[in-house]
């Protein structure tokens, strides 16, 4: 009866050794330690990494046998998953040691570039992909994507449309203000006969509608024809020879033309204002004399605030809100 020294000296011994070496199968003295952060050695970690993509290539490989059955299949595949898990926990340790970086989020792609379902968590390999259950899984996975994608098909023929599918076109012809103009005379003759009836008012002829002139901004700067808009020619001064005279005159005469021409934008602006407010006072006079029991300050049209005043008022009501947020 040989001893256990004798033993581990025979040649088939240490064949059986250096084949569960192989396998990734450690040997008593030498087994994977059970936490992944107990390892201080870059190197060691590295040999138990690879001795669990081992394991799990050969499971991979043994769960495609069709001599399975469905609770050794279950089995194997819950063992592959624990086995991803502890290697995700070896590469981080690799990583915290200085290593190289195996953890690549690479998604997994099929043949038509989609992200293959199941390889977020947990995983299903070879035959437990048929297990009862997991084959519905999937399949109502792929029919929610073949319903995205016909939705999106759908919903594409209506992606970048030009502006005459948003009607920004239809008013170029003519056509269609021609016509809502009829309409809104029909409408006003019709409401101006309903408010003679309802207030028992005589029957005079109905006035057209009071519409915005287009040439209200248009002003005219001078009264007098005879005086001339801009001076003479003769009137311009020869600048004289030097070089920096002559570009202070030109930057004097351009300072001057653009005052000229701000001030009579300004002027403009500020009496097509009072243009539409005259008009729209004389409207509201008009108005007045028909329906006596509203005044004319209540017949103008809204005072609209200004972007200032907007910008003020959004500024007061922040301030108040952390005001409240913070002292209560």
């Not at 581990?8 to 450690?26: C, K, N």
């Not at 991979?60 to 469905?70: F, P």
């Not at 995205?148 to 203000?177: I, V």
């Not at 057209?208 to 001064?237: E, L, Q, Y």
Request: proline content about 5%; glycine content about 6%.
């Amino acid at each position: 009866m040989a001893r256990n020294e004798e033993k581990a000296q025979s040649m088939l011994y240490r064949f059986r050794e250096a084949q569960a070496a192989e396998l990734g199968l450690g040997t008593r003295t030498d087994r994977r330690p059970r936490m992944a952060s107990a390892c201080k050695s870059l190197r060691e970690c590295e040999r138990w990494r690879g001795e669990i993509l081992r394991e799990i290539s050969r499971k991979v490989s043994k769960i495609q046998d069709a001599g399975l059955t469905d609770y050794e299949v279950r089995d194997l595949n819950d063992e592959i998953n624990k086995l991803m898990r502890e290697k995700r926990h070896w590469e981080n340790q690799i990583v915290a040691l200085g290593g190289a970086n195996y953890r690549r989020n690479v998604a997994m792609m099929d043949d038509d570039g989609k992200e293959v379902p199941g390889t977020k968590g947990y995983k299903y390999f070879g035959r437990a992909k048929e297990l009862p259950g997991v084959k519905e899984l999937f399949m109502s996975k792929k029919k929610e994507e073949d319903e995205e994608n016909q939705a999106q098909s759908y919903y594409k023929k209506f992606t970048n449309q030009g502006p005459s599918y948003f009607g920004d076109l239809d008013e170029q012809d003519g056509k269609l203000l021609e016509y809502e103009m009829h309409a809104e005379e029909e409408e006003w003759e019709d409401a101006y006969q309903h408010i003679r009836t309802a207030l028992g008012m005589p029957t005079d002829p109905i006035p057209p509608i009071p519409r915005p002139s287009k040439n209200v901004a248009t002003i005219t700067v001078s009264d007098d024809s005879s005086t001339p808009a801009h001076p003479p020619s003769d009137a311009k001064r020869k600048a004289p020879d030097e070089d920096v005279e002559m570009s202070t005159n030109g930057n004097a005469d351009e300072h001057a033309k653009r005052a000229r021409t701000d001030s009579e934008a300004q002027g403009g602006a500020d009496a097509s204002a009072v243009n539409q407010r005259e008009a729209a006072m004389a409207f509201a006079h008009a108005t007045a004399a028909f329906v006596p029991f509203l005044s004319t300050e209540e017949l103008l049209p809204p005072k609209m605030p200004s972007r200032e005043e907007m910008e003020t008022f959004l500024l007061d009501l922040r301030k108040k809100a952390l005001v409240e947020e913070y002292f209560g």
